[in-house]
């Protein structure tokens, strides 16, 4: 049912039934405030990972790569470790990057140098942290 049918029904709805109780005070005949109007536009469900692709920087030639895979929050994770590559497929989940790596979920989220808990990234400010040891950092 359309918003403007369903409301105009709720309203003889509600005026029915006031009419069957106790008596009412007559409503204010002031003409009532128009609806707000959108501010703005909402930010897309996947803004906050959407803003992580691209590639990252981890230690001794290490790699993080995020790549749109069609549909929206969904990704191509590349992590390269010091023997090789490995590809993973990625889905949004919030303020989270969640896949399945060897059969464990594991997440990518947001964070610093700090937060990777590895001194070569200490004191950089925009990384990407898997878990305490691995992250990696845009330069």
């Not at 009412?24 to 906050?48: D, E, K, L, R, V």
């Not at 959407?50 to 995020?66: H, K, M, N, S, Y």
């Not at 929050?73 to 060897?102: K, N, P």
């Amino acid at each position: 049912m359309p918003l403007r049918l369903a409301t105009f029904a709720a309203c003889i709805a509600a005026g029915l039934l006031a009419g069957c109780g106790a008596p009412q005070a007559p409503a204010s005949s002031a003409p009532s405030a128009p609806p707000a109007a959108p501010t703005g536009t909402a930010a897309p469900a996947f803004a906050a990972t959407d803003a992580w692709i691209g590639q990252w920087t981890g230690p001794e030639g290490t790699f993080l790569r995020i790549e749109p895979a069609g549909a929206p929050g969904r990704y191509a994770i590349t992590i390269r470790d010091l023997d090789q590559a490995h590809r993973y497929e990625g889905r949004a989940d919030g303020q989270l990057i969640g896949f399945d790596r060897d059969g464990s979920e594991a997440t990518i989220r947001s964070g610093d140098g700090d937060a990777t808990g590895m001194k070569w990234l200490a004191g950089k400010r925009d990384c990407l942290v898997i878990a305490t040891g691995e992250g990696y950092c845009r330069d």
